[in-house]
């Protein structure tokens, strides 16, 4: 049952017009009887005096009081009876009569009626005496409910209070309600922000987690940290060229709580853009919380960003898999080797969801997917094998496919795929991931046909002079090489830094919006507008050492 608040002063109980005199003997001994919380005793004495033409004003304060009796007698559609008629006049306890009517509602666990209610009374201290209950009585009440109903209540102090304490309860928020738990807090807003002219980046990556408590175990192998050398390497390279920017640095330990409480950090709040972090759950609670706080949130390595495609503060720095397979989809009209495609992917999220994108487009632009499968290590010599590519012939048989699609970064499968092609003579053009480019094993220019072609995932132009000169800034701060995480992370910042300032504003959405293609510094190049991930995906073959965009 509703925990009820009997909130009244008893002044309520005796207060009528001084008008209506003499007072009936049985009027005061319904009183006498509530007074007393002898609510079943006054109830049926109250009753005896609510006809309007009889007794005039003394039934509306009957039917006040016996609404408070039915109350106290737990009998909320009795109560809700006999408020109705008289919350809706215009008398001296119209207020009083909609609390009273409220709570009824309340107890008859006919919530939004009560919150409807509510937001008809007028005396501030009645109000106070509303919120009051709102919060008691909504504690029990779903996410779902106080999340759907917060705009047409957010005016009533008690639901956001008691909304915060049911969201707080919860061990798992869907995006929606973690994005009505940052509105409630009230953190970042934009429209209190006094902007300065530093570009002010956060960044929160995963550098430990249950099992690595300490930041000094990290390896140098570490993808987090690799990460994060090339942005810290391109924020010291823009300070020293006087530029304007500032860095923060949170370790989310892949620990939400954790991270809720690093949301509220000032810092935060202040940023201009948040780089991380890499988790799924960690990614939509940082999503929620920048689109209430209009911070762009951007997350630096992943390609899966359908949960962002309705938001306006959430990026992917890469391309969506919707924007690689329109890529590769484009490049194939454009060269017309074939209407026949043969699709391998390996088991990863990124790939098994490319695939199968993949295939629909294709089969929407008219060609033939004769195979579209999951590939590994063991058996992808198979999947070529049964395309025509075999030891011993001369060519690919012009009647099994037109061109093969392998989407993978494993190693493990590119090594057996390039032997086997290196080991023919076949032809047949093949696509891969950018990834490919990097591995130690493969030496494409070697091969007797050009036929491997590099799907672009934010691919890095390695002959480029900025490509030179950040690999030798690299090696002579952290003695290592850079890998592809830490290019990303020195590309990610200069994107950045290029796209706010104060001359052009720290409007990042705006600025992306103004350029169809921006050149990268170490990668081929971007193109954001009126998007939230890179739609800058050529395919590239490789011409006398050199990466050309087939398109």
């Known amino acids: 049952m509703r925990k009820f608040l009997f909130l009244f002063p008893l002044i309520f109980i005796f207060s009528f017009a001084k008008a209506q005199i003499p007072i009936p003997a049985q009027y005061t001994k319904a009183k006498t009887e509530l007074a007393a919380k002898n609510y079943w005793e006054a109830m049926p004495l109250f009753k005896e005096f609510l006809d309007e033409n009889k007794y005039g004003n003394l039934s509306n304060y009957a039917a006040f009081h016996l609404g408070e009796a039915a109350l ?36 008859n666990n006919q919530n939004l009626e009560a919150l409807r209610t509510i937001k008809k009374i007028q005396k501030e201290e009645i109000k106070n005496l509303a919120a009051k209950a709102t919060f008691e009585n909504l504690k029990s009440e779903s996410p779902s ?23 707080e309860s919860q061990t798992v928020l869907s995006s929606t309600e973690r994005a009505a738990y940052y509105e409630l807090q009230g953190l970042g807003s934009s429209n209190n922000k006094i902007k300065d002219e530093v570009l002010d980046l956060v960044v929160i990556l995963p550098f430990t987690n249950s099992n690595n408590s300490s930041v000094l175990n990290l390896s140098e192998n570490d993808f987090v940290f690799e990460l994060y050398q090339g942005i810290e390497l391109a924020m010291q390279e823009l300070q020293n060229q ?91 009209k454009q060269k017309n080797w074939g209407k026949r495609v043969a699709i391998g992917n390996s088991g990863s999220t990124r790939d098994e969801k490319l695939a199968g994108l993949l295939g629909e487009e294709l089969r929407k632009e008219g060609f033939t997917v004769i195979s579209n499968k999951s590939v590994n290590p063991r058996d992808v010599s198979g999947f070529l094998k049964d395309l025509g590519i075999k030891s011993g012939k001369d060519s690919l048989s012009k009647e099994v496919v037109d061109q093969i699609i392998l989407l993978s970064d494993d190693p493990a499968i590119a090594q057996p795929t390039f032997a086997l092609l290196e080991s023919v003579s076949a032809s047949v053009p093949t696509l891969v991931m950018d990834s490919w480019l990097t591995f130690n094993f493969a030496n494409f ?16 132009n390695f002959d480029s002079e900025a490509s030179g000169r950040f690999t030798e800034k690299f090696y002579s ?37 103004q350029s169809v293609y921006q050149k990268g ?4 190049g971007f193109n954001f ?16 050492g050199e990466l050309k965009p087939l398109n």
């Open 72 to 107: 106290g007698a737990n009998q909320a559609s009795q109560a809700i009876e006999a408020l109705q008629p008289i919350s809706s006049k215009s008398w001296l306890k119209t207020d009083e009569s909609n609390y009273l009517l409220a709570l009824a509602y309340f107890q």
């Open 145 to 167: 409910f106080m999340v759907t109903n917060l705009g047409e209540f957010k005016d009533n102090p008690g639901y956001g209070a008691v909304m915060k304490v049911v969201l």
């Open 242 to 332: 006087g530029v304007k920017v500032s860095l923060a640095i949170f370790d989310s330990k892949r620990d939400l709580s954790h991270l809720q409480t690093v949301l509220q950090d000032p810092l935060v709040a202040k940023a201009d853009v948040i780089i991380g972090p890499i988790y799924p759950e960690e990614t939509d609670l940082v999503s929620a919380f920048s689109e209430n706080s209009k911070i762009p949130f951007i997350h630096p390595l992943s390609n899966l960003g359908d949960r962002f495609e309705e938001m306006k503060y959430s990026y992917l720095f890469r391309p969506s898999v919707q924007s690689l397979a329109k890529g590769v989809v484009a490049s194939l």
């Open 445 to 460: 220019e070697m091969l007797e046909f050009p036929n491997f072609h590099f799907i672009a995932n934010n691919t890095l």
């Open 477 to 513: 701060v952290y003695k290592s090489n850079p890998n592809i995480n830490s290019s990303l992370g020195y590309e990610l910042v200069y994107l950045l830094s290029s796209n706010m300032s104060s001359s052009k504003g720290f409007d990042l959405r705006r600025n992306l919006d």
């Open 521 to 524: 510094k170490l990668t081929w």
């Open 529 to 544: 507008q009126n998007s939230n991930n890179n739609q800058y995906v050529p395919v590239f073959s490789l011409e006398a």
